[in-house]
């Protein structure tokens, strides 16, 4: 049982998040069973050679069954700060290394039933990476550079659904 009177059950454990399944008292007092996706923090990067344009990448999803463009993410590393983390995704992502980190803000893409937080952050300065980044075993990504314009019509036209895209063209 957690400290604060929570029963909680872990039902799964895969390689990026964990579901528990908890017994909780509501705050307005009774009790319920919440399912809860425990995920680390990820990063949200978006990578501008310069003020007017922005590094997208086309990736398979597998959950939605497409390729899509998106922003450039990962999860932070338990070692790691956030910082850190956009900093490593950059160069693995895109294979540059930003001169500069903005942080942007921080958004719960799904609290109902993710604690997961995405970290945003805008990047400049960038420069081609010394050595070549190892990029994760299920990724197969292309990498392009788009006007901000551009960027905007692949969000409206549904080659850029995903939220984290549409949110982070938004902040800049």
């Not at 008292?25 to 319920?32: D, Q, Y």
């Not at 990736?59 to 490593?88: F, H, K, L, N």
Request: one cysteine or more.
């Amino acid at each position: 049982m957690a400290s604060d009177g929570r029963r909680q059950r872990t039902v799964f454990t895969g390689r990026v998040f964990t579901v528990e399944s908890d017994r909780v008292r509501l705050p307005h007092g009774p009790e319920a069973i919440m399912d809860v996706i425990r995920h680390p923090p990820s990063v949200v990067l978006l990578p501008m050679p310069d003020p007017r344009h922005i590094v997208l990448v086309r990736q398979y999803r597998y959950a939605i069954d497409r390729w899509i463009w998106e922003v450039p993410a990962g999860s932070v590393d338990p070692d790691e700060t956030p910082e850190q983390a956009a900093t490593r995704e950059c160069h693995e992502e895109i294979g540059q290394v930003p001169g500069r980190l903005d942080r942007l803000g921080a958004f719960y893409p799904t609290p109902g039933y993710c604690d997961e937080v995405m970290v945003f952050f805008k990047l400049t300065g960038l420069a081609v990476a010394d050595h070549a980044a190892e990029p994760d075993e299920d990724e197969d990504i292309e990498v392009k550079v788009f006007s901000l314009t551009e960027a905007h019509h692949l969000v409206q036209s549904g080659e850029a659904p995903d939220m984290k895209t549409a949110l982070g063209l938004t902040l800049l």
